[in-house]
């Protein structure tokens, strides 16, 4: 695999690329069903809800223990049961994947501005990188509802590359669903995909990304 040159920025997604957020919240969307007497799931089946936001993740999983459509108050209602329970469960029983803290370290200490580009609401993300001791590895934090658009539109890569002032040319998009993928396609820069990840129970490699990689520590050899 040949070496990616002239990179500044590296954009990194969040659930299922740095961190495999699913035991956590099942927990929360256990919690919340509890509440409204409705059964359990799984984790297999949360995995495959993950990628698009707490909202989407929500109304899948009401559509797959209701088979009935929700209405917007119902969904509301969810949403905000749902959160109570995730910011009680955040750092519960998710963890990093192998090796994350440390490629983290190596590549901040390389000089590159890292971001982190994820659907998750920015209002978790403080302390869940707090818990896993990551936070100081990124220069700038936008989650899902930190723009008028996210993932897969390229708004959030876009306004990274603005931020720090550097071209489409010398940034590149890692993340491990199709969502992160496009998102980088869409923005017109380089993506890394990880197979370790969610990606709604299908092959990343589908989405043809730029590279692809299995272990999160090969960025050291490939940047």
């Excluded at 929360?28 to 990628?51: C, H, P, Q, R, Y």
């Excluded at 910011?87 to 501005?113: C, H, I, M, R």
Aim: with cysteine.
């Amino acid at each position: 695999m040949s070496q990616i040159t002239n990179i500044k920025l590296i954009c990194f997604d969040l659930d299922g690329t740095l961190v495999n957020s699913v035991p956590d919240l099942r927990l929360a969307l256990n919690s919340m069903l509890d509440d409204l007497s409705l059964a359990n799931v799984n984790g297999l089946i949360v995995k495959t809800w993950v990628g698009d936001g707490i909202t989407k993740m929500v109304e899948r999983c009401l559509l797959h223990v209701q088979d009935k459509a929700i209405s917007d108050v119902e969904l509301t209602e969810a949403v905000a049961i749902f959160e109570g329970y995730y910011q009680q469960f955040l750092n519960t029983e998710s963890g990093l994947y192998p090796a994350v803290k440390s490629t983290l370290f190596s590549l901040q200490d390389k000089g590159y501005k890292i971001a982190l580009i994820t659907n998750k609401a920015e209002k978790f993300l403080p302390e869940l990188l707090r818990y896993f001791g990551i936070n100081r590895c990124f220069d700038l934090l936008i989650g899902g509802d930190t723009l008028a658009k996210n993932k897969p539109d390229p708004m959030q890569v876009n306004h990274a590359c603005e931020y720090f002032n550097v071209s489409k040319s010398e940034t590149v998009m890692v993340g491990d669903s199709r969502n992160d993928i496009l998102a980088g396609q869409n923005a017109s820069v380089k993506t890394i995909a990880l197979t370790y990840g969610y990606n709604f129970g299908e092959p990343i490699a589908d989405m043809k990304p730029d590279y692809l990689i299995n272990h999160f520590d090969e960025l050291l050899t490939l940047l």
